[in-house]
């Protein structure tokens, strides 16, 4: 199979050629022939498998074959807003996504790409929302603003495509797709890009696909045989910097790119190794965009050798000549490890991901051993073995069997055949109370207190007679000799020595 024999356009063709490009790959294969004949797609592929072009390309297909109508949508005065929407959970993955559209759109004249994400100055994107837009990519939250402002307009969108919609939906923003969706016509394509299509990324594809083609073209069991895994125990915090200067020291480390658990940890450790020499700086989400800009374009110029970073790096960095991928700390999800290793071993090149691991940290090396149903192999480097026994990790468990077929963890259970688990509660016990369940005082139950004792105050108040009230229900006046020793007054007598009323504490002197 070619591009050539896809149905593409010759300005993307020729675009794709000219990016090096002449076979695509298997997503690709799959999904741009049914997203150009314009059918919902529901696609799980891996990192680094060309996903983003797979529907860029037939976006762009859909603007270059709308050309003609653009002098109905590009009046003077009206905004019109974008054809093509693409949501990504970060910035860096709209930043990669934005880049891909101009790199396959370079020989469409005219073609108008906006991105939209936080932590950018409102004027710019406001400027861009108003004029012509062909594709507009946005990360949920600093779109929705722009809604509930009325500076986006989304009334002509004809294609909207959530990338990495399962990381969107761990990141919270599930009402903001809602709500944007909501804005979106009805008559549009939906392509839907996700790990995984199981629970509430499922129910969410489900209320918004119609009719939707299923692509499945990678796993996360997959093996990464391009890129090789290897897990050091370390003894303490002095261990594990030991072995990660020894490992950024050697002469295959092209470029790196270590991973930490949080923000602190990251400006921590970028400080300690410039300290040694080396050409780093940070990346997190508490840095301006500008910044993060500045630090990955100096990622792609090799102008920096080491990259310390969180989670918010995992997915939308695409630099081929990064060799090297850190875990300095472990990711709090197992499927983030499958995105962090994809950083290296790109566009067909090896790479080698590195996990710094405590003792503490095996509970989620486990975990890590289970989701991706692989060992880690354990490495010792000479001079810096560790002085602590290999914690014991069990091996990944086998994949559980239901009627004969097995499903792995990860996959979707609502296609299980017939019903292996035991019948709801209300199927094969008593029946439910709106089946004609008998009030429990026929089955020999002690009676409710409102059914057949005395009427509830609230219900029916009759009073009683003033002598058979108890002490706590006199009034002053009627207390009998409380009230004559006070002269009828209904008020407490002096005491002697003491205030009206008082009665002295055990223990208490005047």
Do not use: C
């Not at 060799?323 to 990711?331: C, D, R």
């Amino acid at each position: 199979m070619s591009f050539d024999t896809l149905g593409l356009h010759e300005a993307l063709i020729k675009a794709v050629t000219d990016s090096g490009y002449d076979t695509p790959t298997e997503v690709q294969g799959k999904a741009i022939p049914p997203a150009l004949a314009g059918r919902d797609l529901m696609v799980s592929s891996s990192t680094g498998s060309g996903k983003t072009a797979s529907f860029i390309l037939p976006a762009l297909q859909r603007i270059l074959a709308a050309r003609g109508d653009n002098t109905k949508r590009r009046e003077k005065g009206v905004v019109y807003g974008p054809r093509i929407l693409v949501l990504t959970p970060t910035r860096e993955l709209a930043m990669q996504v934005a880049k891909a559209a101009d790199t396959y759109g370079r020989h469409a004249q005219g073609l108008r790409v906006a991105t939209v994400v936080g932590g950018v100055p409102y004027p710019a994107q406001i400027k861009a929302l108003r004029g012509p837009l062909d594709i507009l990519i946005s990360t949920p939250g600093r779109l929705l603003d722009h809604l509930q402002t009325g500076k986006a307009v989304l009334e002509n969108v004809e294609v909207l495509v959530l990338d990495e919609a399962d990381r969107m939906l761990d990141m919270g923003f599930i009402e903001d797709i809602q709500t944007i969706a909501e804005h979106v016509p009805q008559s549009r394509q939906t392509l839907m890009y996700s790990a995984t299509f199981a629970g509430h990324v499922g129910r969410l594809a489900q209320s918004l696909l119609k009719d939707a083609e299923r692509i499945d073209v990678s796993s996360h069991t997959d093996t990464h045989e391009n890129i090789e895994q290897r897990l050091h125990w370390a003894d303490n915090s002095t261990h594990k910097n030991a072995l990660l200067d020894h490992i950024l020291t050697e002469r295959d480390m092209e470029q790196a790119v270590v991973f930490t658990s949080t923000q602190r940890d990251a400006d921590w450790l970028a400080d300690r190794l410039a300290d040694m020499g080396h050409a780093v700086a940070s990346l997190h989400g508490g840095m301006p965009q500008g910044r993060r800009n500045r630090v990955l374009q100096g990622l792609r110029t090799k102008h920096l050798r080491v990259l310390v970073a969180t989670d918010v790096a995992a997915r939308g960095i695409d630099v081929p000549s990064i060799s090297h991928v850190i875990n300095y700390g472990l990711p709090m999800k197992a499927e983030d490890y499958v995105h962090r290793i994809g950083r290296t071993g790109r566009a067909g090149r090896n790479g080698l991901a590195v996990t710094l691991a405590e003792r503490m940290d095996t509970g989620m090396i486990r975990r890590i051993q289970q989701f991706t149903t692989q060992n880690i192999p354990v490495a010792i480097v000479s001079g810096l073995e560790p002085k602590s026994p290999e914690p014991k990790i069990f091996a990944p468990r086998p994949e559980a069997k239901f009627g004969g077929k097995q499903f792995g963890r990860g996959n979707d259970f609502s296609k299980r055949p017939g019903k292996p688990f035991a019948p709801r509660r209300d199927a094969g016990f008593a029946p439910r109370r709106d089946e004609g369940f008998a009030p429990r005082r026929d089955q020999g139950f002690p009676p409710r207190r409102d059914e057949a004792f005395a009427p509830r105050r609230d219900q029916v108040f009759v009073p009683r007679d003033a002598a058979a009230r108890g002490p706590f229900d006199r009034k002053p006046a009627e207390q009998g000799a409380f009230a004559a020793r006070n002269g009828g007054a209904g008020k407490p007598a002096p005491r002697p020595g003491g205030k009206p009323g008082f009665k002295p504490q055990r223990g208490f002197s005047r």
